[in-house]
């Protein structure tokens, strides 16, 4: 029984073997064929590859100031929102130096919120440093001349913004 297994598979792999050598032959034989036309169609593509690298080249070319133009576009645009960011910042320094209190130093029991102070104003209303010497002097006399007398003014409250986080 070992021997007629030895001998089929003996058969078998012969079999397999004149198999591999057929397809390969055929394949070579395929690819021969093949060759002269894609020969051809390497040959018929080439002037239309070599049209597609000049006008690509030619596209970059007119795309150059076009794409300086958004570099700088961007640069100007980085430095505005640099500035209008120290502006922001600067204003809020400026509302600690007037004298303006923060919720987190504390409550002394009269809670008198400025008004304009929801949200810095844009650099375009900036007051400068001189305007706002100026009303810190005015708001610092009117302080000062109410708590020499009595006045008609009476406090309203205006609701506060929170922010939900």
Not at 30 to 37: A, E, K, R, S, V
Not at 87 to 107: N, P, R, V, Y
Not at 151 to 165: G, I, L, M, N
Request: net charge negative.
């Amino acid at each position: 029984a070992e021997v007629d297994f030895a001998h089929e598979a003996s058969k078998l792999a012969q079999k397999t073997d004149q198999a591999m050598q057929t397809a390969t032959n055929k394949a070579r034989t395929i690819g021969q064929d093949l060759q002269p036309g894609i020969e051809k169609t390497a040959a018929a593509l080439q002037p239309g590859i070599e049209k597609t690298a000049q006008k690509a080249g030619e596209l970059a070319e007119q795309m150059k100031p076009k794409l300086a133009e958004a570099g700088e576009n961007a640069k100007k645009g980085l430095f505005k929102a640099a500035a209008q960011a120290a502006s922001t910042a600067i204003w809020f320094q400026s509302l600690g130096s007037a004298g303006m209190e923060s919720d987190e130093e504390g409550d002394t029991g009269g809670t008198a919120e400025c008004p304009g102070t929801s949200a810095p104003p844009r650099p375009e209303q900036m007051p400068t440093s001189a305007e706002r010497k100026t009303e810190s002097t005015q708001e610092v006399s009117q302080v000062t001349s109410a708590a020499e007398g009595p006045s008609d003014f009476q406090f309203k409250p205006e609701p506060r913004e929170t922010a939900s986080a």
